[in-house]
């Protein structure tokens, strides 16, 4: 561990640095998201790539306690974008 007040080492820069580009990554998707809605063919195709090529259809279950159902994939974003969960899983 290192002691407080002092700089990330090297390793620790490109972890914290990697971790703010997802980050900023999923913000614009979520941006995109809510300005196109979920039937613009650029966030589709981000869903698609999220879902190895398939937008799941039906309900979706989260692993989040109290929500744990969606009527589908786009209401599921939606929750994720709002809450800034960007990484929750179904």
């Known amino acids: 561990a290192q002691q407080a007040g002092t700089p ?7 972890q914290f640095f ?3 580009r997802i980050t900023l990554q999923a913000s614009t998707a ?17 869903d ?3 879902n190895h090529g398939v937008i799941p259809q039906g309900p979706i279950c989260s ?3 109290g929500n744990p159902f969606f009527p589908n994939f786009c209401t599921f974003s939606f929750y ?11």
């Open 80 to 90: 994720r974008c709002i809450k800034k969960k960007y990484f929750l899983k179904v």
């Open 48 to 50: 698609k790539y999220e």
């Open 8 to 14: 990330l080492s090297d390793q620790e820069y490109h």
């Open 18 to 20: 990697k971790f703010l």
């Open 63 to 65: 692993e989040r306690p």
């Open 30 to 46: 979520c941006h995109l998201r809510e300005l196109y809605g979920c039937q613009n063919s650029l966030v589709q195709t981000l």
